[in-house]
């Protein structure tokens, strides 16, 4: 699992490319998709967005701990909206 964290990951690539091990293309394939799953799930802003995001964190299956801080953006975000149209509602 500590693996599927593209930082980890990264780095014990780039160690085994140094040491010159064969055949790491597929390594470099799932670094690339994580890569691009996380920072999906950092650039996310609105709610459809963060959905989608941790959609493909889940499929792509980041560490929890990289999913929580969506979760929470999410969380807080699906919050303010519901509150923004009760206020809406009562004028």
């Known amino acids: 699992e500590e693996f599927r964290e593209p930082e980890r990951l990264r780095l014990a690539f780039k160690r085994t490319k ?3 091990l064969p055949d790491l293309h597929d ?5 690339e998709l994580l890569t691009r ?3 999906q799930l950092d650039d996310a802003r609105g709610i ?3 959905k989608e995001a941790l959609r493909e ?3 792509a299956r980041l ?3 990289l999913l929580q801080e969506a979760v ?3 969380g807080t975000r699906e919050g303010a909206h519901y509150n ?3 206020a809406m509602d009562a004028h």
């Open 84 to 86: 923004l149209r009760l």
């Open 27 to 31: 390594t470099e394939v799932l670094l």
């Open 63 to 65: 560490p929890a701990e």
């Open 37 to 39: 799953v996380k920072q």
């Open 18 to 20: 140094e040491v010159g």
């Open 72 to 74: 929470d953006r999410l």
């Open 48 to 50: 459809d967005e963060l």
């Open 57 to 59: 964190g889940h499929e």
